[in-house]
Nanobody
Framework: QVQLVESGGGSVQPGGSLRLSCAAS????????MGWYRQAPGKQRELVAT???????NYADSVKGRFTISRDNNKNTVTLQMNSLKPEDTAVYYC????????WGPGTQVTVSS
């Protein structure tokens, strides 16, 4: 039972953009703050951005001003618009609850290189 499914990753040149999507079940999504996380090879998973039920957002300093997190409470989806991508953004991106994590989904690979 995969309850979190990420999509939208791919390969892009520096300065490019990608839009990631996360589909979650209603039981997981409703009433919960959600977050995007990423993990690069050899590094610990890190928090990228969070969004509360009614839209309050927080961002890691490394992505502030470049990434935008949003959610659709009717569709049970969370998105991450990524602009001005840098090679340092290369990682597998995951979504989950911001608290009370459940089993991680497969993630989606983002590769930024020239």
């Amino acid at each position: 039972q995969v309850q979190l499914v990420e999509s939208g990753g791919g390969s892009v040149q520096p300065g490019g953009s990608l839009r990631l999507s996360c589909a979650a079940s209603g039981s997981i999504f409703r009433g919960n703050a959600m977050g995007w996380y990423r993990q690069a090879p050899g590094k610990q998973r890190e928090l990228v951005a969070t969004i509360a039920t009614f839209g309050t957002t927080n961002y890691a300093d490394s992505v502030k001003g470049r990434f935008t997190i949003s959610r659709d409470n009717n569709k049970n989806t969370v998105t991450l618009q990524m602009n001005s991508l840098k090679p340092e953004d290369t990682a597998v991106y995951y979504c989950n609850r911001a608290t009370r994590w459940i089993t991680w989904g497969p993630g989606t690979q983002v590769t930024v290189s020239s």
